[in-house]
């Protein structure tokens, strides 16, 4: 392990599904829901007080969140549907890709 490395209790947390498991069809596949643009980390406090339901529903309880990785979501989008969850899951991946190349920099 680097020194650098931050080493998250992962019980203290939970994946939320922005756009909900129980709502798919139309535009938004199965794929497309569980896809890493579609996911994001809460609490698990904050997991159970966001709940179920639609983006309009969930985004204010974003906006709330301890973590910047949920409150990013509310900030940057204003509807949640197909086009948004492929330009997160690019932002994301892009993002995951730079930690990495830092990382290798690093070593």
Do not use: Q
């Not at 949920?70 to 509807?79: G, I």
């Not at 993002?95 to 690093?106: N, V």
């Amino acid at each position: 392990m680097h020194s650098n490395s931050v080493v998250v209790n992962s019980p203290a947390f939970s994946i939320e599904h922005i756009h909900s498991r129980s709502m798919t069809g139309g535009e938004v596949s199965e794929d497309l829901v569980n896809s890493i643009g579609n996911l994001t980390l809460l609490t698990l406090e904050e997991n159970v007080r966001c709940g179920d339901g639609s983006f309009a529903k969930k985004s204010p309880f974003y906006k709330k969140s301890s973590l910047v990785i949920a409150r990013e979501v509310a900030e940057k989008f204003e509807e949640w549907n197909k086009k948004a969850i492929e330009l997160r899951a690019k932002r994301v991946v892009n993002d995951i890709a730079s930690i990495m190349l830092l990382g290798r920099e690093l070593a």
